[in-house]
């Protein structure tokens, strides 16, 4: 029988995704749960698995093409299921079926009915087949695609997106990253014909290396280069369209001398029990920040405009906006109030780095309930941010400046960093958000004020 395959939705109400590539193509045999296509939400690139044991026998949608949820995106021809009817008509217990687990949501079951632990690799295990399962243990199971033709290039995001910008077929370029991952310089020098490509495809590099630059010649020949509005960054102009007129902004600044800050930085680096992780200032406008909302609740918070409701959090999912290569993200750390300095130090690492290699889920991208956006490091002092939608309150930190201060009533050489404040005015008060901003001023100008506050 025929079975359609209908993108779902790949949570937090996504309505549309872009079929990035298939990882099948029409008469394949795939196993249930075999990774069949790689999509991209607004949020995040996800692997989309099979849901069904079967035949593919029609591809709806090419790649690249962005599809509406619930649009079907691929068919199979799998068993069908007289043989569990006439058992049951019979009396007897129908074969066990194995439900669809799809997007990780739920546990893959082995043979004995035990979860199997999913590995975070970038390599593809191949499946079991079902017929497999149900054999003696004696005899051996028969792999439903061989591991060769199953693994999948090891690279990220970023790089597969520029290999199929160029023509490139990732499986013929060698790797030269850290266990083998495959890198922008490998993917350009295979679109050059440097080399790269495996015995068999020299000729398919050839014509990609042809087509690549004749790419490149068009484009210097063009005046203006117009790229579709789509994924994240359609994405982000929608929230950011929604957010700045449809809450009040309200922005407020404040210049504090941070040196102290900065030599607590300096000396807790020296010691042993910080020497396995990445301190930096947002670590410490963070942790100033946790402590802050403590004793102004009020700004971790949302508008409920539907119900008329003004909604507090009793606990802090912390925003870090991040630059990517797929446009402005904004992760957040979960529960991010009951961490530790240091393990709030590592929690930002893991934060960027997946930000960065474009590895965040949707879950990552969802339920932030306060925000904070680090333009120093792009030595801008100050600006005025627009609130992630949903939150009340957002804080941007500008670069540390060696700055002419007033230091114990003389004019000394001191570090200054510019904090901006913007907040939610319906839900935030001018005095509230004014004391948020004073009070995370006041523990980075002096760290042991935050003995004060907790």
């Known amino acids: 029988m025929i079975k359609e395959f209908r993108l779902p939705d790949l949570g937090e109400g996504l309505t549309e995704s872009e079929i990035l590539s298939w990882r099948v193509s029409v008469g394949d045999t795939v196993a249930l749960n075999q990774v069949i296509a790689e999509v991209e939400t607004a949020k995040a690139v996800v692997e989309l698995p099979s849901p069904f044991a079967g035949v593919v026998t029609v591809l709806h949608e090419e790649a690249g093409t962005v599809v509406e949820v619930g649009k079907p995106i691929v068919s199979f021809e799998v068993p069908d299921d007289s043989g ?3 058992a049951v008509a019979a009396g007897e217990e129908p074969p066990a079926q194995r439900e669809p687990n799809l997007v990780g949501y739920g546990a893959v079951l082995e043979a004995s009915g035990h979860p199997v632990r999913r590995r975070r690799s970038m390599a593809r295990v191949a499946q079991v087949s079902p017929a497999a399962v149900h054999r003696p243990e004696s005899s051996a199971p028969t792999l439903a ?4 033709a199953s693994e999948r290039p090891r690279s990220t995001p970023p790089v597969r997106k ?3 910008d160029l023509g490139i077929e990732l499986a013929g370029v060698e790797g030269s990253g850290a266990s083998g991952l495959i890198t922008r310089d490998d993917v350009q020098a295979a679109a050059r014909g440097e080399g790269g490509q495996r015995d068999g495809h020299a000729e398919h590099s050839h014509v990609n290396s042809a087509s690549a630059q004749e790419a490149v010649d068009a484009g210097r020949a063009q005046r203006e280069v117009r790229t579709p509005i789509k994924g994240v960054r359609k994405h982000t102009a929608a929230a950011m369209v929604s957010s700045a007129f449809t809450a009040p902004h309200v922005s407020e600044f404040l210049s504090v001398d941070v040196t ?5 930085l300096a000396r807790l680096k020296q010691t042993r029990s910080f020497a396995d992780v990445r301190l930096t200032p947002l670590t410490f406008v963070a ?3 946790l402590v802050a909302l403590k004793r102004s609740p009020t700004l971790n918070a949302r508008w409920d405009g539907e119900r008329q409701e003004i909604v507090q959090f009793n606990y802090v999912n912390l925003g870090i906006a991040a630059a990517t290569p797929r ?5 957040n750390i979960k529960d991010a109030e009951v961490l530790s300095l240091h393990a709030l130090a590592e929690a930002l690492t893991n934060l960027a780095d997946t930000a960065r290699s474009g590895g965040c889920a949707p879950a990552d991208l969802s339920g932030g309930t306060v925000s904070i956006t680090n ?3 792009f030595g801008i002092d100050a600006g005025t941010p627009i609130l992630n939608p949903g939150e009340a309150a957002i804080l941007a930190m500008g670069a540390v400046r060696k700055t002419p201060w007033e230091y114990q009533e003389q004019v000394a050489l001191r570090q200054v960093m510019t904090l901006s404040l913007s907040f939610d005015h319906r839900v935030v008060d001018g005095e509230q958000g004014s004391r948020f901003l004073a009070d995370v001023g006041t523990m980075l100008a002096d760290p042991a004020m935050i003995l004060t506050m907790i």
């Open 84 to 86: 569990a009817a006439a």
């Open 260 to 264: 102290p800050t900065m030599d607590l």
């Open 145 to 148: 695609v061989s591991a060769q």
């Open 287 to 289: 942790k100033a920040v």
């Open 162 to 164: 520029l290999a199929r």
């Open 327 to 331: 446009g402005l993200m904004v992760p």
């Open 375 to 377: 333009i120093g490091v």
